[in-house]
């Protein structure tokens, strides 16, 4: 949670999370441009399995689901020590992590049974588990609510039907289901009023008196329009990089690509 390390320093967590073609990749060029333009340093603390996955970490050279899990939730939270340390060691006393998916994020792929073992291992309950970041912004997918733009043309790591960007979406949610700053952008305006809302739900959960607005930018600090922006029919935001790596749920079997699930 945000607290004072020294001085008047604090330092913010955030969660960025959601169904595939939720437009979360392009979220993080919205949130870069407008934290930054507010006057906060901000660190982006990449998705733990895609990098796992980049390095030829995966579930399915690991002996198992679980072997696999319990290295990436172990490495999840390595990597946000390291990360609060190096916000902490910043000139700037303002500083926002900004988290490419969070810990509950790896329970759908998870036996309830696992994930309470690795709890338990941890010595940590799940609400504290869960609850250890600031707020958590969930975007929901183009699949439910905005279905004309649902592709999967644009990245060629994301093979889910639909139906089955759906199911994910809806897993997701309910793992971070009780946190007490969860906000859901679903599919109610276009790309732009989506990318809008979400700015403004961030800038409300940091205390930030900047208030983005289709038209620019309301803020005591120069600014400029957000990279990335997009209209309704690229509502999936950018095209993930060529190495980007998604996994299927627990149980499903290994198929040419098949181990290529989550999706940005």
């Keep these: 949670m945000s607290t004072p390390t020294s001085g008047h320093k604090k330092i913010r967590t955030i969660v960025i999370t959601g169904g595939p073609c939720g437009g979360k990749t392009t979220a993080m060029s919205w949130l870069q441009n ?42 999840q939270l390595e990597r946000e020590r390291l990360y609060r340390r190096a916000a902490e060691a910043l000139a700037n006393d303002n500083v926002v992590i900004v988290h490419d998916r969070g810990s509950m994020d790896d329970k759908p792929y998870m036996e309830p049974e696992e994930f309470a073992a690795i709890l338990k291992e941890l010595d940590q309950d799940e609400v504290s588990f869960r609850d250890k970041y600031d707020a958590v912004f969930h975007l929901v997918t183009a699949a439910k609510g905005a279905l004309p733009f649902y592709t999967t043309a644009n990245n060629t790591a994301r093979t889910e039907t639909p139906e089955e960007a759906i199911d994910l979406d809806e897993k997701t949610l309910a793992a971070w289901a009780g946190h ?69 749920p627990s149980g499903t079997p290994p198929t040419a690509g098949a181990w290529r699930w989550r999706s940005a």
């Design 34 to 75: 407008a934290l930054t333009s507010a006057g906060y340093a901000v660190i982006f603390l990449t998705e733990t399995f895609t990098e796992l996955a980049n390095g030829g970490i995966s579930s399915y050279n690991c002996k198992d689901n679980f072997a696999f899990q319990r290295i990436q939730v172990r490495y």
């Design 180 to 248: 007490p700053h969860l906000r859901i952008i679903d599919n109610s305006t276009d790309f732009n009023g989506k990318m809008l809302r979400l700015l403004k739900e961030v800038m409300t959960s940091t205390g930030s008196t900047t208030t983005p607005t289709a038209s620019g930018w309301r803020s005591s600090r120069p600014t400029s329009p957000p990279t990335g922006t997009r209209s309704a029919a690229s509502a999936c935001g950018a095209p993930a990089a060529a190495t980007s790596t998604t996994r299927p």
